[in-house]
């Protein structure tokens, strides 16, 4: 069993659409959970972390990490063609060195 | 600054031939790493350093060697190259203890092994 598991889609969606960004983990240990984004031929930039459970709200972007069912997601309101991109899923423990990444999905949002 | 640079931004390898991918960084960070990208396959670990003089291997070190005498720079060795080795490589770096413990990631080398 992978440690992280993300459907890499692709996921296609019009704009304006609510996007909803899935990942499990495996390892109750651990702590940190990110989300990159990686646009075509670029490499991943960090869009949202949360520590620990709970939500976490920045503009058109919600992470929300539920550590029960060990289940992280990331929702995207108001869906746009710039959002056209990869979107990785993260996580490690405290103090960890090493990073997990998920597999990524791939969201297309057309105009 | 210029963050995380990656040197070179693409290049075309015979098998059995040897390279080295470079990695240097301006922001003073300890934590460094390198990663491999494969389509559908998400970033796995090569090699990582914690500062300048330790290494360590990750998921996938075989075929691959790193050293770190450097804060800035963690160059990447392949020595004897395999079709199996075409990848999009990353090297990132990670302030310890940062806010969000944010991994800065270098734009990439895309690697074809013929």
């Known amino acids: 069993q992978k440690e992280v598991e993300q459907d890499p889609g692709p996921l296609s969606v019009p704009e304006g659409a609510i996007v909803s960004l899935n990942c499990t983990y495996s390892n109750s240990a651990f702590q940190y959970f990110m989300w990159y984004r990686q646009y075509s031929r670029k490499g991943p930039e960090l869009l949202m972390y949360?520590?620990?459970?709970g939500n976490k709200e920045d503009g058109r972007f919600t992470a929300q990490v539920d550590k029960s069912s060990k289940y992280i997601s990331l929702f995207i309101r108001d869906s746009q063609p710039s959002d056209s991109a990869t979107y990785l899923c993260?996580?490690?423990?405290?103090?960890?060195?090493?990073?997990?990444f998920g597999a990524g999905t791939r969201l297309f949002v057309k105009a | 600054n210029a963050g995380v640079t990656q040197t070179p931004k693409f290049r075309i390898l015979k098998i059995g031939q040897s390279m080295t991918l470079q990695c240097t960084q301006d922001?003073?960070?300890?934590?460094m790493y390198w990663y491999r990208q494969d389509p559908g396959m998400g970033l796995k670990l090569i090699y990582y350093s914690v500062g300048a003089g330790i290494t360590d291997k990750g998921e996938v070190p075989n075929g691959y060697n790193v050293s770190r005498s450097t804060t800035e720079d963690f160059p990447l060795r392949l020595e004897l190259a395999a079709p199996s080795q075409t990848s999009v490589y990353f090297c990132?770096?990670?302030?310890?203890?940062?806010?969000?413990?944010?991994?800065?990631f270098g734009p990439g080398t895309r690697l074809l092994v013929l």
């Open positions: 922001m003073n960070h300890n934590y």
């Open positions: 993260a996580t490690h423990h405290t103090g960890g060195f090493k990073t997990i």
């Open positions: 990132a770096t990670r302030p310890p203890g940062g806010e969000a413990e944010t991994q800065y």
């Open positions: 949360t520590y620990s459970s």
